[in-house]
């Protein structure tokens, strides 16, 4: 049995010894990848935007990206920093979560930088309050976050500061509510929604000739969110293994609506960004259908099934554009030398369930999508 459970009772004050040890490890690694957007050029980027002969459309899908990553990297910091990490217990699942929220305060800043630098109007930070297909998204991420904020305001009434110990007594709604968070937020929030929109419009805009510097901070943001997955993974097996209890057949079926609702909300997104047409290569349809295939993906990494059988991947190519164990990055802007483990493919966060112990829900359940 696990002597430090992941909802407690255990000392989070105490290091070792580890239960999860992959967590420690995954925190180490982004330390050793730790980047800087300043190292990064986007001059080439000012002169695109700065273009008379810009395509419009081309203007107005940069705009529309940068604004949503900007927003949704600020949410999901808050999130980790003001749910997930007051829930965990264990000492190295907390270590993670704060290298996982700096890496998001500094992908909000990689994001300013090239704001800043290309003289995007500062609108664009509210675009979502103004943007109707933004909008909705962010109140998907709330409505994924109040149930956890719940808890803990029901947990620190009557929680004795040095004796951690009561989220463990939480009956199973509330767990149930902590994991359809973290399935939202690690797999659908990173997994998908950040996924394509770091993947796919910008890096289609630079292998087009525009925008490069904004591609390769993307192609260094993504892969920080690659490893977020492969920790969100291995969190949500080690919560299912934990609290089996919770894998109703309602439970599941609140996920795959959850699922649902964010690939036709990332419709909505990507009609607007397209709003006058598709760009060379680029369309509304592949980039839904490619959303859908990232779904099965990331739900298959926790045993579930794949909700949209009909999904492809239509772009092959953003897998060059991943490419960062390189003497120079995809578009040879910046010099770079990572430690293992810093290339992307687009399974590695998503690694086989056969392990030792783990049971998968669907079987267990006979629960399909």
Known sequence: MNNKPLLGPCDSYQLEPFAYPWAWEMARQQEANTWTPEEIQVGPDVADYKNPALDPRHKHLFESVMAQLTTFDILRGDEIAECLQPIFQPAEIKHFLKRMAWDEALHTRSYRY??????????????????????????????????????????????????????????????????RSMIFYFLIFEGVRFWISLMGPIQQLARLGVFKGAAEQFSYIARDEQQHVGFGVQLIREFMDQHPECLTKEFLEQIYSDVDQAIKLEADYISHCLKDGPILGYSSFDHVITAKYFANLRLGSVGLAAPFPEAYHAFPWMSEAMELKKEKNFFETRVTEYQAGASLSFDDCCPSHDQPGWSDPLQVLGVMP
Not at 144 to 160: E, G, N, T
């Open 114 to 179: 090239v704001i800043e630098n290309v003289g995007t109007p500062l609108e664009i930070y509210t675009r979502y309050k103004t943007v109707p297909e933004f909008d909705a998204r962010v109140e998907q991420c709330h409505d994924r976050s109040l149930p956890l904020l719940a808890i803990l305001s029901r947990v620190y009434d009557l929680r004795d500061p040095y004796n951690p110990v009561y989220f463990h007594t939480l009956d199973t709604r509330a767990k149930q509510d902590i994991l």
